[in-house]
């Protein structure tokens, strides 16, 4: 597994942008694909945003298209989750996550996780 830590949370206003930073390490970064996903109280976690290894291919869920931008740094063993025109039900933990790119599929088989970051959207 690749360690993951998360920055970059806080509390904001509707309407305002956040980037959430994860660095990895303790594994071939290149080798995974990265995602981020949230957990708002009293729900379960929910995909939020993929990235293959290249960095070229990503995958968004629908309530953040058009939002939300997820990238990634392989010379800095990091992605990134760029989140733009923030609304309060944005608020929830907001966690990294690896998985190797062999595992077919992009919003499941993710067996590393950060530690989350929180994410509060005042209105």
């Known amino acids: 597994q690749v360690q993951l830590v998360e920055s970059g949370g806080g509390l904001v206003q509707a309407g305002a942008s956040l980037r959430l930073s994860c660095a990895a390490s303790g594994r071939t970064f290149t080798n995974y694909v990265m995602g981020w996903f949230r957990q708002a109280p009293g729900k379960e976690r929910e995909f939020v945003a993929a990235?293959?290894?290249?960095?070229?291919?990503?995958y968004y869920a629908d309530s953040v298209k058009g939002r939300f931008t997820i990238s990634r740094d392989n010379a800095k063993n990091s992605v990134y989750l760029q989140m733009n025109s923030l609304k309060p039900e944005d608020t929830a933990v907001y966690y990294c996550?690896?998985?190797?790119?062999?595992?077919?599929?992009?919003?499941?088989?993710?067996?590393?996780w950060g530690q989350g970051t929180q994410v509060t959207v005042s209105s």
């Open positions: 996550a690896a998985k190797l790119s062999t595992v077919p599929g992009t919003i499941r088989g993710y067996d590393s």
């Open positions: 990235v293959r290894r290249s960095g070229l291919d990503t």
